[in-house]
């Protein structure tokens, strides 16, 4: 089964939820990209997915332009603030769906306030895809 996961960015959201569902089950094939990719993903993303177990130091940002010709049986979508363009993939894909979580990299304030929410953001993903493999997958 082949999963595309889509946010603007791709270093954050995108990121920790390819990693958790490739970690649900090996045999998925899980990729992530973004509409405007950042330069790399997050350092914050990989310290809280290092926290809960999950090494994505070596993921990089992917436009999604690199997966319109291939065929995905789910394409999700994970953006969640009203003032962000969710992507349009415009490839083949058997089923789509929205998943939508805050931008972790969109978080201001003290540098412990800012890990915290990376945190809080990473749990409610764990938490958002279990449900989807638990209901969609397995």
């Given at each position: 089964m082949?999963?595309?996961i889509l946010c603007t960015g791709n270093s954050c959201r995108s990121q920790m939820a390819q990693a958790f569902l490739q970690s649900f089950d090996k045999?998925?094939?899980v990729r992530s990209a973004g509409i405007h990719p950042a330069p790399?993903?997050?350092?914050l993303a990989v310290k809280v997915m290092k926290e809960a177990g999950l090494d994505i130091s070596n993921h990089r940002p992917t436009k999604v332009d690199a997966y319109l010709n291939e065929a995905w049986d789910y394409v999700i979508t994970v953006c969640g603030?009203?003032?962000?363009?969710?992507?349009v993939f415009t490839g083949k894909v058997k089923?789509?769906?929205h998943i939508g979580f805050e931008d972790p990299a969109k978080v201001t304030g003290s540098d412990a306030f800012v890990l915290s929410e990376f945190r809080r953001i990473r749990d409610e993903?764990?938490?958002g895809f279990t449900q989807?493999?638990?209901?969609?997958?397995k």
């Open positions: 082949k999963i595309l045999r998925l094939e790399e993903v997050h350092p603030d009203a003032n962000e363009n969710c992507p089923k789509r769906l993903i764990k938490e989807f493999y638990q209901t969609e997958i």
